[in-house]
């Protein structure tokens, strides 16, 4: 159990489709991250909110669509993906967005995009 | 911008012999962490530098952060079966956010 918990942990989708990753954290964070995983890549940041305000997009394509209601909860929408998206999606949290706080991940979500 | 470089990619030990990793920044660094991931899992925090020369230790493992503050490295003494994973180092210097090197996978062969 990290607290920090993503829905679902696989998700296999065409690339007509839309789909929603889900992500909830119940450690009191203000921050909250999307980060993308690939073979033999590090880790890339794509979004970061804090306090429900989204301070970084990091040249993340528009076909992948951020959405935080609250501090809680943050959603990636996937929509007309490419196979080369196919990847270990990482949420993340920090008690806010500094870089000297601990960050918190999630166990993933597995996309693969066929 | 900011970049963060992680050497070696791979390594392969035998148990019981000890392993590095290093990690080397292109800027000054206002501190670094430490994360490892198991096989299938996600990235746990292990470990966070912030003072010049730092030197930290969690059991085998043993964290140093450079004097100048733009390296650090990761040492593992007599590695076991357990220690398998890869090992990110994350850091910031002016940027907010922490920016990783692509890690090191470490394999130990029984």
């Known amino acids: 159990e990290t607290g920090v918990t993503q829905t679902p942990r696989h998700l296999v989708m065409g690339m007509t489709n839309k789909k929603s990753l889900k992500c909830e954290q119940h450690?009191?964070?203000?921050?909250m991250y999307w980060y993308k995983q690939s073979a033999k890549k590090p880790l890339e940041l794509m979004f970061v909110?804090?306090?429900?305000?989204?301070?970084e997009n990091n040249s993340v394509p528009s076909r992948f669509s951020p959405e935080c209601p609250n501090s809680s909860h943050l959603f990636l929408h996937l929509h007309t993906l490419q196979p080369e998206d196919s990847a270990l999606y990482l949420c993340?949290?920090?008690?806010?967005?500094?870089?000297?706080?601990?960050?918190?991940f999630g166990e993933g979500s597995w996309l693969t995009v066929v | 911008g900011q970049q963060v470089m992680q050497i070696p990619q791979y390594q392969h030990v035998q148990e019981g012999e000890d392993f590095t990793t290093y990690c080397n920044s292109s800027t000054t660094l206002s501190n670094i962490q430490w994360y490892k991931q198991r096989p299938g899992g996600h990235p746990v925090f292990l470990i966070q530098l912030v003072k010049s020369g730092e030197v930290k230790k969690q059991k085998r493992l043993t964290f140093q952060f450079g004097e100048a503050k733009k390296n650090s490295s990761l040492h593992i003494t007599a590695t076991q079966t357990t220690d398998v994973g890869t090992y990110f180092c994350g850091g910031s210097g002016s940027a907010r956010q922490l920016t990783f090197g692509s890690g090191t996978q470490l394999t130990v062969l029984p």
């Open positions: 450690l009191g964070h203000n921050a």
């Open positions: 993340a949290s920090s008690q806010t967005e500094s870089s000297g706080n601990t960050i918190y």
């Open positions: 909110y804090n306090f429900k305000e989204q301070t």
